[in-house]
């Protein structure tokens, strides 16, 4: 009986030292989005004489509203909707179809295919990017919104997460759509898309946080301001002598709201799919 009090003791121990140790890294990883909202609600002089001083003195709220009249902040949101909507939804379609043949098709040279089609992980996007440029300027899609969407709708990395889960899934699942002459479309749209809903919305949020967050092809391809994303309009707030951090942590946060609320609200499929994905290689 006193063996058992003591396995208890240590279990409550060893409770409460990963409780303090967890919510010590917590806020190790929360406390930069804090010092922006902190900030965010600064005046200039006050980021300025206390940038440490996470609670301002005088909360700052028309700081947000500095944002909208500086930048045409809502046009350059709308082009990072429709560019990463776009290139989401392409991208779990051209993955899907990647990933079923791949995991369910048997053909020749079906493995040798997919080593060269993974081998593409390891070229970083910055030794494409003058490729892509010419490709696109050849066809006349420099400064579009275009020229973002089909750069990023195709992705190893898409096919081969997809591939993963897709291969977790038995086989038996489909003998009984098989025998009812169902296709290879027809078993994937009914049976392992339904199935892929963990996986297709980690895909999503990965792919979200890519596009959302791309500053290099934006700068790259775009030209005209009608045609910039988030992260070009946000650099614009730096100036070249002075810039305005309380704006600046200001826009951030309202340009960051969209993935914190889907992260919140699909995090349940994410952490699913991200455990799921790796059971069978």
């Known amino acids: 009986m006193r063996t058992g009090i003591i396995r208890i003791g ?12 967890f919510s010590i890294i917590a806020f190790i990883t929360i406390s930069p989005l804090l010092w922006a909202l902190s900030t965010s609600l600064k005046t200039d002089l006050e980021v300025l004489e206390k940038p440490y001083n996470l609670f301002p003195e ?73 490729p892509n440029f010419v490709i696109l300027r050849n066809l006349g899609l420099l400064d579009n919104l275009w020229s973002l969407i089909l750069t990023g709708v195709f992705t190893a990395y898409g096919t081969f997460f997809l591939r993963q889960f897709f291969l977790s899934l038995p086989i038996e699942l489909e003998e009984a759509a098989i025998i009812d002459g169902l296709g290879h479309f027809g078993r994937l749209a009914l049976i392992i898309i339904p ?10 949020i990965i792919t979200l946080l890519n596009i ?3 500053f290099l092809f934006p700068l790259v391809f775009i030209n005209s ?35 914190l609320a889907l992260f919140v609200f699909a995090q349940r499929f994410f952490i699913e799919g991200i455990a799921l994905s790796g059971i069978k290689g």
């Open 212 to 214: 959302w967050n791309d």
């Open 10 to 21: 240590r279990n409550n121990l060893n409770r409460i030292f990963l409780t303090l140790l």
């Open 225 to 259: 301001d009608i045609n910039r994303t988030l992260t070009i309009g946000l650099s614009l707030l730096r100036g070249d002598y002075d810039t305005r951090w309380n704006i600046v942590m200001a826009a951030t946060l309202l340009s960051i709201t969209p993935l």
């Open 195 to 204: 199935l892929a809903k963990p996986a297709l919305v980690t895909l999503t």
């Open 58 to 130: 005088k909360l700052q709220f028309q700081n947000y509203r500095t944002v909208f009249t500086i930048l045409p902040f809502l046009l350059y949101f709308k082009n990072s909707v429709v560019v990463s909507a776009t290139v989401i939804v392409g991208t779990l379609v051209t993955s899907s179809l990647a990933a079923y043949a791949f995991s369910r098709l048997h053909f020749k040279g079906r493995t040798v295919l997919f080593m060269l089609y993974l081998a593409t992980l390891m070229v970083p996007r910055q030794v494409v990017l003058v």
